[in-house]
């Protein structure tokens, strides 16, 4: 009599925790990928960089941005993912709060420079991160700003070409997003619009001025949830 097979036995609990550790080592991968890859970004520049990821903690950030931008005038932050992408333009936003009376003082702003990097992870896994220049910038009046809700569903190819056209115009743009990935997507349709911008003028570089402000509103469940306002226009020159 032919013996049977014993059942493989995998508990779901079993199957959530190797899911969970291969999202983390992937995490991981992709955040220390891009650490490598931001240097030569800073490094090209003599500018001090910051990580931001899942786990950056936005008061921490904060501390060190300041400090940072005080004593170098110019920080890169480096950002992984939706939870790094809030937790960046938290710690921007209190910065440049904190700073903006010494700066007004001057005629200026804290503003942030984003942009699109693409990095070769060890696996040969090609990922795209944003790096965000801060930094003070001379402030400027846009005669036309555009309101532009950002959810996590948005197209940011999309979204950053209609905004290119908006820029052209010598326009600005206020991009509402709700949540780590309606913010991360925000950023990223910055970054594309700030590349298609530079394609249109045929320019190498058009970077964008965006400066975050975070206010507390009435979430769609209920509750109360922060929404971040990302004002953004093209930089003076």
Not at 51 to 65: E, V
Not at 80 to 91: E, L, N, Q, R, S
Not at 189 to 218: T, W, Y
């Amino acid at each position: 009599m032919a013996m049977a097979r014993a059942p493989l036995l995998v508990t779901l609990a079993a199957l959530a925790s190797l899911r969970s550790a291969l999202a983390v080592r992937q995490s991981q991968a992709i955040a220390e990928g891009a650490r490598r890859g931001v240097l030569s970004v800073a490094e090209a520049s003599g500018t001090p960089q910051l990580m931001s990821d899942g786990d950056a903690d936005a008061d921490k950030l904060a501390a060190d941005l300041s400090a940072q931008v005080r004593a170098q005038g110019a920080v890169h932050i480096v950002i992984v993912g939706p939870d790094g992408a809030f937790a960046a333009m938290k710690a921007v936003s209190a910065v440049a709060q904190a700073m903006s009376s010494e700066l007004a003082l001057k005629g200026m702003v804290l503003a942030a420079f984003p942009s699109r990097h693409t990095h070769t992870i060890e696996s040969g896994k090609k990922i795209n991160t944003v790096i965000v220049e801060v930094r003070p910038q001379q402030a400027s009046l846009v005669p036309q700003v555009v309101d532009v809700t950002v959810a996590a569903g948005t197209k940011v190819g999309s979204l950053g070409s209609y905004l290119a056209k908006v820029f052209q115009d010598s326009g600005g743009a206020v991009l509402a997003a709700i949540g780590p990935v309606a913010v991360m997507k925000a950023l990223n349709s910055a970054a594309f619009a700030s590349r298609f911008l530079a394609n249109d003028l045929k320019v190498n570089e058009a970077k964008l001025a965006c400066s975050p402000a975070f206010s507390e509103v009435a979430g769609e469940q209920g509750g109360i949830v922060e929404r971040m306002a990302l004002t953004c226009a093209p930089a003076p020159n």
